[in-house]
């Protein structure tokens, strides 16, 4: 099973309607920091491993993945001891960047252009841009941006895939508490299926 279908199209529950409150500033954070990921996988004079370092150091700045991380476990987030919660976030970091990056690399060299944006609360914002591909399957990418103590960061992204916009946190979590329930919260158990879901979509890129 690929990784499109262990996440969810979950943008109608995700994204509650308000005001105006995204500015400029929040839409220009996304455009120049998206870009820079996206612009890090096309130097042609850096070898795979070197590209995925600088990729991924672009996503480590650009999005609070420990933040997500913590999100997608719920309540295990204060129950691992601190050795368990560290081996666990590793791997997740892992996970999330090889996924980001396997599905960007097909549009490497090409602007993300920034659309528009919702906003779910006055700190709380849903950017939506689009990647353009000289064959005309476009893709939308959805940030969401969140703005506390003066800083921007990004919590969680939806990629478009084959048609559905897919929301890395938000199945995830609903998959992970329940291997957590029904393993009576064993970070082994999870770091395990992760590892697993890393391995295999690794092992796809090919």
Known sequence: MKMRTLLIS???AAVVPASAYADERTESFVKQNANEVLNSLNNPDLSSAERTSLFSGYMEQFANINAVSKFVIGKYANRFSPEELKRYQD????????VYQSELDAYRGNEVVVEGSTDRSPSDSIVDTKIARTDGRDMNVRWRVLHRNGEYQ?????LDIEGNLIWLAIEQRAQFLALLDRTNGSADALIDKINGMTRKLKSERR
């Open 154 to 158: 990004v919590v969680d992204v939806a």
């Open 91 to 98: 791997a997740f970091r892992t996970y999330a960047l090889a």
């Open 10 to 12: 979950a943008l109608a």
